[in-house]
């Protein structure tokens, strides 16, 4: 048994001391404000207050944080512990106080204070705290976790851990299901003509060639990672856009179109299927309710995962759309301008509605690369995109985290010039994925 003390119990410590129980051991760890109860126990004890008791006890120094009621800007000074970085530093058994620093970062503490939102509304990984401080790469809180499982062990050489398992998913997001196909006359003739008027014959040859069944649409790439799949003896995830309407940023097949819903009955019967909320569905939560209803009765299964388009997110809003939209777990904590560790986990954890003070079921899992991010906004070659790709893989399975991919079929297809891509993506699945492949069935 693992008893902590206290003086003060609030729901901020709870969230946060559950959080520690289940990445660190296999049963909850007990919360007394009782000194007497603490000193009198036989257990393994760890002191969370202002004061020391006992040479026999973990001390942690507890900052201000978890007691605090409210919302308001934190003085946070970063320090380097085993070349890397933390902050509320205080003396006792562990040089910072982690409890508070991870709530910090978990909660996303910082995006609830104001921020200046860029063109999709989002918070920039610019303002947070792990760019300022160059800690973004890195899945902090494991690093920190592994160094308190170490501490724990100094000061309780018996003390019963749980075993970490590295894990790494892999997840498609289907934005555009097909470049020219199931378009329509209408969209395809506008197509030619704008392929001529700027010039991309090749564009326009490309797209005749689809249409007339003499060459397989360039998007379609879906048989191709099936078999990819199945030589990895691997079950992703895939996220489907299904947006009633569409607009500059929601560019997915009309729901009316069979062959949309073809392919969302094919990965439903074989892996798991979730809403890729539209970008409008951010403002609406009766637009995220019918993207869900319609893929439940297309799917003919509950919808249970999500993960935003343009991984549109912000505090509390969005996730609590989701929460009464029955969403149990959430792909999204990442940034869509850069690749990173948004939260600084690589771990999945239960969102904290910092706003309303409680604690949520919902699910969040985290992902740190994604191709998107890479091609799009980081502007790599796929040699440079495939070194950062085994940078946050090692980084992950380092600390024996929870490795999460994001890919597209549009960059994996078969378009002019993405030959390298798909080369890039063939290598990871079959020298890395295929060793280490997971599936967390919901």
Not at 104 to 110: A, G, K
Not at 285 to 307: F, G, H, T, Y
Not at 312 to 328: C, M, N, Q, S, V
Request: proline share 4%.
């Amino acid at each position: 048994m693992v008893l902590l003390y206290t003086h003060t119990v609030s729901r901020r410590l709870e969230y946060i001391v559950g959080f520690f129980s289940r990445e660190l051991f296999n049963e909850p760890i007990a919360i007394t404000t009782d000194i007497t109860v603490f000193s009198n126990a036989d257990a393994y004890r760890i002191n969370y207050s202002d004061s020391s008791y006992s040479d026999e006890e973990f001390f942690i120094t507890s900052a201000p944080l978890l007691f605090e009621s409210g919302i308001s800007p934190q003085i946070i000074d970063c320090f380097e512990v085993n070349y890397h970085k933390a902050f509320f530093q205080c003396p006792g058994d562990f040089p910072f106080d982690i409890f508070a620093a991870a709530f910090y970062l978990l909660s996303r503490y910082e995006e609830y204070l104001p921020y200046e939102k860029d063109e999709h509304g989002r918070f920039s990984h610019i303002s947070s705290l792990a760019y300022r401080e160059d800690f973004l790469r890195h899945p902090l809180i494991d690093i920190w976790m592994n160094d308190f499982r170490r501490a724990l062990l100094r000061k309780f050489p018996q003390i019963p851990l749980r075993h970490l398992q590295f894990k790494c998913i892999v997840s498609y997001d289907i934005d555009i299901a097909y470049a020219f196909l199931h378009k329509g006359w209408k969209i395809n003739l506008a197509g030619f003509f704008n392929s001529v008027l700027k010039g991309k014959f090749s564009e326009t040859l490309l797209r005749w060639k689809v249409l007339v069944g003499s060459m397989k649409d360039p998007y379609d790439c879906y048989e191709w990672l099936d078999a990819l799949h199945l030589y990895c003896r691997l079950k992703p995830y895939y996220f489907f856009l299904v947006a009633g309407r569409q607009n500059k940023y929601d560019r997915n097949l009309p729901t009316n179109v069979k062959a949309l819903s073809d392919l969302i009955q094919y990965y439903a019967m074989h892996y798991q299927v979730g809403i890729h909320p539209s970008w409008r569905s951010h403002e609406s939560k009766e637009i995220l309710q019918e993207e869900i209803q319609w893929l439940e009765v297309v799917s003919d299964r509950p919808v249970m995962l999500s993960r935003q388009h343009y991984v549109r997110i912000e505090f509390p809003e969005t996730y609590r759309r989701l929460e009464a939209a029955g969403i149990k777990k959430d792909f999204s904590m990442g940034y869509g301008t850069i690749n990173g560790f948004r939260a600084s986990a690589s771990m999945p954890f239960l969102w904290y509605d910092l706003e309303a003070e409680r604690q949520t079921d919902l699910m969040i899992y985290p992902f740190s690369y994604m191709d998107a991010n890479s091609y799009y906004e980081e502007k790599h070659t796929p040699e440079a995109a495939y070194k950062e790709l085994m940078y946050y893989y090692e980084a992950v399975k380092h600390v024996n985290g929870t490795f999460i991919s994001i890919w597209h079929n549009n960059i994996l297809g078969t378009m002019p010039g993405m030959a390298e891509w798909r080369t890039m993506f063939e290598l990871f699945m079959k020298d890395t994925v295929y060793w280490d492949a997971y599936y967390d069935e919901v």
